[in-house]
């Protein structure tokens, strides 16, 4: 059973802001303003979703959305976000 965590969190990056990448474990297909990953697309597994977020983090953790990036943004903060079954 997934939690709501799991589907309103990305699971790349951690961020959140409420909508879902996930629902009833179905892909949304929504982008992540954060890290830029679309849900679903491609489907990581974990070591895939581990993989992106090494990708992202080692370009510089770089906005997908410039504007939606609040100015105390916190990389590592978020980074604790992240589900569980997904660090
Ligand atoms: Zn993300």
């Not at 993989?51 to 916190?74: C, I, L, M, N």
């Amino acid at each position: 059973m997934r939690s709501v965590e799991d589907e309103e969190v990305c699971r790349v990056c951690g961020y959140t802001d409420g909508d879902l990448f996930f629902e009833n474990t179905w892909p949304t297909h929504i982008i992540c303003n954060c890290c830029g990953w679309e849900s679903g697309t491609p489907a990581l597994d974990l070591s895939a979703t581990r993989e992106y977020r090494g990708y992202w983090t080692g370009q510089g953790a770089e906005w997908f959305s410039r504007g939606a990036r609040p100015k105390d943004w916190d990389l590592l903060e978020q980074l604790r976000n992240i589900p569980k079954d997904w660090r």
